[in-house]
T-cell receptor
């Protein structure tokens, strides 16, 4: 079993929809949680970064962390075709530098 | 802030050849990481440097792989005697970290070097 599980999709939604992306994890030592967006043939781009449990909002994006359930979410409001990409969750225990453990990524397509 | 730069963007080579990739991190970042990403998977950690010191290596990094960061600035990743299974995207990331072993700031990635083994 992988340390971080993420539904690979693909997920297809109409423009303007609210998108919910999720990851579960098994390592209780994870304290730092990130969401990256990756376009085809590009590197991951940092979207959200949170520490421990709680919510964080940045524009159309909201990240939620529930450490008790080992579950994290990313919500995208008013989705746009330009949001079409693969979304990767990533986590770190904080020790040993901050090497990241990634999910497999969810492929999202926002259609006109 | 010019971002993390990787060169080349794409490398095609025959099985058994040696290849070397270069990464230039964001200038003020003292930490540098290498990851490998295969199709349909998330990136997997390979190794990281704090300044010029290589502090951790994944067991994914076989003895055919070597990474250096000689002056604490750019880094190179060399793969000797390439195999078909080495075909992947090799990603470099950098961040600011204050003490060896501490979390530091989030990582920023380059656009990777795509390695294709014929």
């Amino acid at each position: 079993q992988k340390e971080v599980e993420q539904d690979p999709g693909p997920l297809s939604v109409p423009e303007g929809a609210i998108v919910s992306l999720n990851c579960t994890y098994s390592n209780s030592a994870f304290q730092y949680f990130m969401w990256y967006r990756q376009y085809s043939r590009k590197g991951p781009e940092l979207l959200m970064y949170t520490y421990s449990s709680g919510n964080k909002e940045d524009g159309r994006f909201t990240a939620q962390v529930d450490k008790s359930s080992k579950y994290i979410s990313l919500f995208i409001r008013d989705s746009q075709p330009s949001d079409s990409a693969t979304y990767l969750c990533a986590m770190s225990a904080g020790g040993g530098g901050n090497k990241l453990t990634f999910g497999t990524g969810t492929q999202l397509k926002v259609e006109l | 802030d010019t971002g993390v730069s990787q060169d080349p963007r794409h490398k095609i080579t025959k099985r058994g050849q040696n290849v070397t990739f270069r990464c230039d991190p964001i200038s003020e970042h003292n930490r540098l990481y290498w990851y490998r990403q295969t199709l349909g998977q998330g990136p997997e950690f390979l190794t990281y440097f704090q300044n010029e010191a290589q502090l951790e290596k994944s067991r994914l990094l076989s003895d055919r792989f070597s990474a250096e960061r000689p002056k604490g600035s750019f880094s190179t990743l060399e793969i000797q005697r390439t195999e078909q299974g080495d075909s992947a995207m090799y990603l470099c990331a950098s961040s600011l970290g204050f003490n060896a072993g501490s979390f530091g700031q989030p990582q920023h990635f380059g656009d990777g070097t795509r390695l294709s083994i014929l």
